[in-house]
């Protein structure tokens, strides 16, 4: 849940802040800001459907990881920008990135719940949807304290919250087909694997008997509860 939780946070913080931003950090007319979100999501509409293509053509995780992190160094360098057009022109790989993981992740989530699909597509959609929702009072409270430019800047690290997540989605799978007792070993390249794998650990309850690394790849010993 929280792989899909953290990028509709910042889906509403963005949809919310670029007229904003456009208005008092660009010093552009309300038009201008309306416009830049119209460019922002129709780059999003493409980016579904090319997110879609890629995930049948590479899979479906390294989709949404690599989605999430371009959407962190876009959301980065959009914020940094202080000319209109750069601006304007990262916009276009800001909805790419910010779109592309939407329709995997519900599949991804229908296939972590096969027996129910209808809850799985509830949790991706309307959740995520929800927890945005909610967040979005507290990122306007930011906004009128430390203004428009600091929300965009912390919305950096939604990405790379969802990628922390979604790293770890293949284990959380394979250890709810597992049953009490089981022991998994786990065989790892990715550097995050080493903090994502305890916190794994820590959120299921199962237990880590062992970790070891030879040279790049890393074991991990774990007993289901």
């Known amino acids: 849940p929280g792989a899909v939780v953290f990028r509709p946070v910042a889906f509403v913080g963005l949809s919310t802040s670029i007229p904003l931003h456009w208005r008092d950090v660009l010093n552009q007319s309300a038009a201008a800001g309306g416009m830049a979100l119209t460019i922002l999501f ?3 509409a493409m980016g579904t459907l090319a997110g879609g293509w890629l995930a049948d053509r590479y899979g479906r995780r390294p989709v949404v990881l690599v989605a999430m992190v371009s959407l962190s160094a ?4 959009f914020v940094s920008a202080r000319d209109p057009l750069v601006a304007t022109l990262l916009l276009v790989p800001l909805g790419l990135a910010l779109s592309a993981p939407g329709s995997v992740m519900v599949v991804m989530g229908q296939e972590y719940l096969p027996n129910r699909v209808g809850t799985a597509s509830g949790v991706t959609l309307g959740l995520a949807v929800s927890v945005g929702g909610l967040v979005a009072p507290l990122l306007g409270a930011i906004a009128d304290q430390s203004g428009v430019r600091t929300v965009i800047g912390l919305l950096v690290f939604m990405p790379l919250a969802a990628v922390a997540f979604a790293a ?4 959380r799978k394979a250890l709810i087909t597992m049953t009490s007792g089981d022991l998994l070993v786990i065989e ?11 916190n794994l650990i820590n959120q299921t309850g199962d237990t880590l008997e062992g970790s070891s690394r030879a040279k790049k790849i890393m074991t991990f010993r774990i007993r289901k509860r």
Not at 74 to 77: Q, T, V
Not at 188 to 198: E, F, G, Q, Y
């Open 74 to 77: 876009a959301i980065l360098a």
């Open 42 to 44: 129709t780059a999003g």
């Open 188 to 198: 790892c390249t990715d550097p995050l694997a080493s903090v994502d794998i305890p």
């Open 168 to 171: 770890a989605l293949p284990t």
